[in-house]
Nanobody, 127 residues
């Protein structure tokens, strides 16, 4: 049974940093795409980062500021967020889907392709 539990959200001033964690169970990283999404009320869920066998993808909105990585020994996915901006304020979710061929962990990061989700952790960035 797949379970994802996010933590690490909070309130921070613009320019600050946070590290989000996603504790996973029932997930084999070598066989699953792992991703972070975020959502603000009234807007679609935005895919911001993905990792699979070391290869990463970042949305333009976070490229150069956020880093996705995973610790296989701890079964944990991370999102290091630096140089935070007020527009980064959102609920952040980790998600996973089984690897199903070369295109399954490539290209645009869209929420409907992901099967399992955590409950989310809130990030608030004040100016």
């Amino acid at each position: 049974q797949v379970q994802l539990v996010e933590s690490g959200g909070g309130s921070v001033q613009a320019g600050g940093s946070l590290r989000l964690s996603c504790a996973t169970s029932g997930v084999t990283y070598s066989r699953n795409c792992m991703a972070w999404f975020r959502q603000v009320p009234g807007k679609a869920r935005e895919g911001i980062a993905r990792i699979y066998t070391g290869g990463t993808y970042y949305a333009d909105s976070v490229k150069g500021r956020f880093t996705i990585y995973q610790d296989n020994a701890k079964n944990t996915l991370y999102l290091q967020m630096n140089s935070l901006k007020p527009e980064d304020t959102a609920m952040y979710y980790c998600a996973t889907r089984p690897f199903a061929g070369a295109q399954s962990c490539a290209g645009r990061l869209v929420s409907y392709e992901y099967d399992y989700w955590g409950q989310g952790t809130r990030v608030t960035v004040s100016s």
